[in-house]
């Protein structure tokens, strides 16, 4: 979209088809939101991509990239506590860094405000897990929103903010992947910027803020007397959506699943009536009392785990109502996106004859080889996991870690056996070293994860003399979730800014035994892994090489299309395949004679793969 900072701050009403991450940012610049923090992960990084597209001087509002979850959730509480409206986004597993902040949140007096922006992911298209964080709502105490469209992620956002400012409570605003990247026509309002007053307004008489023996209880009251007050608030803005058929069975369901409904009963016979609950947590009882003593039979569809399910049941059993519900019928009900097709089968088992059967597609003729995910052409963790593999014993154990590097696991690598979450791999790189004498044992950390959650684990392996070698792979940015910038980089989301110099973190921390290089020297990092792994401590091994698929863009700005290329020496390849099968870059391909031949659509002319060519037939 052309002009997108200018249509994000347009004065006038309008419409305009944007993405859910899009008409999420306009309504948080509608409702005054004044301070936005985040740490990158997909289905969120649209956000900020947003927001980058409105000159800083202009935005109204400050944004940062923090350092992890927990950091960004804390910079967004500090700044609510004086007085201005704020938000917290970021993924799924997000959620889990910023817990131990998080869940204390619903208990304070929050007087500007606070929106958790929650990207899950069911079908986990981006992620380590599906994990279903409504659970969080519950067991903070936390009203969570959950949209089904571009239009009700704007429209949420704002009631949302709104309910916050309140209330003074944190809201969770719960998008889902395909809501997040959905497109849609939105209707936005008219923008009138307001006059702020930017004085701090923290007072520890809003209080009480430090969550002492004598104060938890009183706290927990209020929260849970607010948790009614939210009820209310959504009856009165009618933000349920009931679709009515005049049907005897009824469905009961939230978010993206009810579009799916939508267009798997537009054929169907007989159409059940349907309640779409805006907010999962509190379900609204009265609402929900309503919906099911109207009907015979009562179907809950939700994605993920039972958490409607169980919340509906109990209401159902406390009334002593008599309506007959059903929800999850087997283990693949908890598993998965609700795609139409999906939520065509779940309502099968329950009622056969509602809708048709799908309509069947021929399977393709041929087969349709696999295609496994892969670094880009001329990535610096390719020629690492390269050279290492050939240092590396078969009964070395390797521990990986979350980034892009985490694809050194796939074959012909085979790196990285264990993987958990960001910066676990140091922590659990000393635990394998433990009562090990006979194999070594070699973690490997991505630069951004270094800052993120990584430290930790590093001081401890330290402070109680782990042996293990970690690798970090140092290529300059937060590559896998778009090229955000890190505190190595040298500027933050707004401006230039010092760079942390990763080696000097750790000669600061204590580490002795430091060893860099860049990746494409091979011959050097294998030589530097081998004395590292030998020895009898903790070690760094520093693996350098700059994002290939960031700095080739910026190569394209400058000079145009890429002139360089390598190429095959045909009478020199005498089809020994290092290349294809040991190094495998996706710009080689073996031709059904076995002949090697040069994808000069997807070669960058690094040149990484020469060194690798025992025979020397790959040259510029």
Sequence with gaps: ???????????????????????????????????ITSYPGSPTPEIAAAIQTIPEDERPFYFEFSTNEKV????????????????????SVGINVAA????????????????????????????????????FAYLSYTPMLEPASPTEVYRYYKEAAA?????????????????????????????????????????SKNGPYIPLASAVYPMKKRALRQ?????TWIEQRRLNTLVENNSTLGIITSGLTYLSLLEILEEAPEKPDILKLAMVYPVPERTIIKFLKSHDEVKIVEELDDELERSIKAIAYDQHLTTRITGKSDIDDWIGEYTPDKVRQILKKTWPGLVADGKRLDPP??????????????????????????VLAKEDITVADIGCHTLGYHKPYNMGEIMVCMGSSAGIGSGLSLFNSSRKVVAFLGDSTFFHAGLPGIVNALFNKHNLTLILMENGTTAMTGHQDHPASGRNFNEISEAIPIRQVLEGFGVKSIFETDTYDQEKLRTLVKEAINEK?????????????????????????????????????????TCIEKFGCPSFTRNSDGMISVNNELCIGDGSCIQTCPRKAITR
């Design 365 to 390: 003729s041929d087969d349709i080889p696999l295609r496994p995910p892969q670094m880009c052409p001329g990535c610096g963790h390719r020629s690492a996991f390269h050279a290492i593999g050939e």
């Design 227 to 231: 948790l009614g007050e939210v009820e």
């Design 1 to 35: 979209m052309k002009n997108m900072g200018d249509m994000l701050l347009r004065k006038p009403g309008f419409q305009e088809i944007v993405m859910g991450n899009t008409a999420l940012v306009r309504a948080m610049v509608e409702s005054g939101t004044r301070v």
């Design 100 to 135: 131990d902040t998080f869940v204390q949140l619903s208990l304070l007096n929050i007087i500007g405000g606070m929106v958790v922006v929650l990207g899950d992911d069911p079908g986990a298209n981006s992620s380590q897990n599906e994990q279903d964080n409504r659970h």
């Design 537 to 577: 401590q903790f070690n760094v091994v520093i693996a350098k090489h700059p994002c290939m698929l960031l700095f080739a863009k910026k190569q394209r700005k400058v000079k145009g299309e890429n002139p360089f290329h390598v190429k095959i020496d045909q009478k020199s390849c005498d089809k020994i395949h």
């Design 72 to 91: 960004a959730t804390e910079v967004a509480f500090g700044a609510a506590l004086n007085g201005h409206l704020s938000t917290v986004f970021f993924k």
């Design 163 to 203: 309910l916050s400012q309140k209330l003074g409570k944190v809201i969770i605003l719960r998008l889902t992947t395909h809501v997040c990247h959905a497109k849609e026509k939105v209707t936005f309002a008219e923008w009138i910027p307001r006059k702020e007053d930017y004085t701090p307004k923290f007072n």
